[in-house]
């Protein structure tokens, strides 16, 4: 199986007030060719500074970093990738059109590639109204849109997204998730991403790590992360049975209004619950499954 990014055993310290925190600490994980992974973790949890170790910008003190099959220490890889940082600004002087060409020669696209590949990205993003604007005259929705457009310029194969949609209105942080989804079915751009925004995670993505204190800890698809440590099940019994009300109290139910009430943690407990209940004679009036949202688990994670 390729892999577009692979993570391997990297930590990085620092020192602050004196003492030395880990702001990176192990970590590992492999995003696969044409897949949008997602990192998620709270402020100071080692998001930036893990972004940082990947493009070259922090040497770790051990560990390293695989690029499209290449060292990240290779800097010729960073040719076919790209990437947007947090509200990323560029010079304020400078014009959109004057942007995108410069873009393209870091990237060493012929002049005649660049210029059809900026036509390809004003459409697009539809920055044509804008395009001979000062950057400084922009709104925040303009320099996002320019943003995305430079951080294609290249074609990337993978890109590199943190917090891509922090500061944007509604409106255009749609425009953004949905441009997202595009480049990757259509284009099989592969994409990391970090987000405070967890539903944006969870339409997106296809698999999550959660970092915490500069360590992962919990990785895998959305689904199977939610279900593996949250689902709870609800179950009532039906008022006749209040004349079990002793044994269904030594068993934790709880009596709300006319019904009796319980909530379990795991599909185990439910089916050890239902076999005494079963045993008793006592009978069941609802089940209910609750699926927690991504952020019902990121918060429980980052306590």
Sequence with gaps: MKFDLEVKGVTKSFVSKGKKFYAVNGVDFKIKK??????????????????????????????????LGESNKNRAVFDRINGIAAETHFHWGLKPLD????????????REEAEKRIKELVELFEI????????TKLSTGERAR?????????KPELLLLDEPT?????????KVRKLVKRLNEKE???????????????????????????KI??????????????????????????????????????????RIYKEMKTSEDLSTILTQLHKKGLKIDDIKVKRPSLEDYFIKLAK
């Excluded at 044509?128 to 950057?135: A, I, N, P």
């Excluded at 320019?146 to 290249?154: E, R, S």
Aim: charged share 25%; proline share 3%; aromatic share 10%.
């Design 146 to 154: 320019l943003a995305f457009a430079k951080a294609l310029i290249n």
């Design 217 to 258: 800890i919990d990785i895998g698809k959305i689904e199977k992360v939610k279900v593996k440590h949250f689902n709870t099940y609800d179950l009532w019994i039906r008022p006749s049975e209040i004349k079990q009300k002793a044994f269904l109290k030594s068993m934790g139910f709880e009596i709300k209004g006319d």
């Design 34 to 67: 044409g897949e949008i992974f997602g990192l998620l973790g709270p402020n100071g949890a080692g998001k930036t500074t893990l972004m940082n170790i990947i493009i070259g910008m922090v040497t770790p003190e051990k560990g390293s970093i695989s690029i």
């Design 128 to 135: 044509t109204e804008f395009l001979h604007s000062k950057y």
């Design 99 to 110: 942007i995108l060409r410069f873009y393209g020669r870091v990237y060493g696209i012929e």
């Design 166 to 174: 922090l500061g944007l209105d509604p409106n255009i942080a749609l």
């Design 188 to 214: 099989k751009t592969t994409i990391l991403l970090t987000s405070h925004y967890m539903q944006e995670v969870e339409l997106l993505a296809d698999r999550v790590a959660f970092i915490n204190k500069g």
